[in-house]
Nanobody, 118 residues
Framework: VQLQASGGGLVQPGGSLRLSCAVS????????MGWYRQAPGRQRELVAG???????GYRASVKGRFTISRDNAKNTVYLQMNSLKPEDTAVYYC?????????????WGQGTLVTVSS
């Protein structure tokens, strides 16, 4: 199964980035998907999730700033990140969102680094 995240980079506080994650078709079509992040010295956390039907959910710290979406034709999940803050700095990954029963893959892929700094 492929989980290939991309789109990270260095951005100033207040800036925007759009992350993409290409997912194997079979896995994508059967699962709710999520974006996770892991900052240095911290545990990986679920940032946003989206069900197969397109219903999004967000952790409180990113609500109103981040938007998750999925393109079922391209087997891709996106994370639009606006009003970025230094505390958003982390490696971002995609995987299944287990909130409603989807199973997270053991293999997480490389992730994409987001650095928010002036």
């Amino acid at each position: 199964v492929q989980l290939q995240a991309s789109g990270g980079g260095l951005v100033q506080p207040g800036g925007s980035l759009r992350l993409s994650c290409a997912v194997s078709k079979s896995f994508f079509s059967l699962n709710d998907m999520g974006w996770y992040r892991q900052a240095p010295g911290r545990q990986r956390e679920l940032v946003a999730g989206i069900t197969r039907g397109g219903r999004p959910g967000y952790r409180a710290s990113v609500k109103g700033r981040f938007t998750i979406s999925r393109d079922n034709a391209k087997n891709t999940v996106y994370l639009q990140m606006n009003s970025l803050k230094p505390e958003d700095t982390a490696v971002y990954y995609c995987n299944a969102d287990p909130t409603y029963g989807s199973k997270i893959l053991d293999s997480w892929g490389q992730g994409t680094l987001v650095t928010v700094s002036s």
